[in-house]
């Protein structure tokens, strides 16, 4: 079968792209969601005033509070969730050397 075959002719709808200033971090856990799956990280991001939810095995982040991010995330009814590795340090051309 061919890849990227999709049924019904429902078009997907993009990614939201977010952009901005990491302001503040709190991580919750770790969680263990079922038997044999490695402990899962919740962490509540503020960027730009925009409380952003992310859920990940890592302990630590590659990002600070301070740094300019980047990330993907999609809308639900529970708030805004950042895609799984998608976050990370947004690169200034002009700072870059």
């Not at 038997?35 to 990002?63: H, I, K, N, W």
């Amino acid at each position: 079968m061919a890849g990227g075959f999709r049924r019904g002719g429902r078009k997907r709808t993009p990614k939201l792209e977010g952009r901005g200033e990491l302001q503040s971090l709190e991580r919750e856990g770790p969680f263990k969601e079922w038997l044999g799956m490695p402990d899962l990280y919740r962490y509540q991001l503020v960027v730009d005033g925009e409380t952003y939810s992310y859920q990940t095995e890592d302990a630590e982040l590659p990002v600070t509070v301070g740094d300019r991010v980047v990330f993907r995330y999609k809308e639900t009814k529970a708030g805004k969730w950042v895609d799984r590795n998608s976050l990370g340090k947004a690169i200034d051309p002009s700072e870059y050397q």
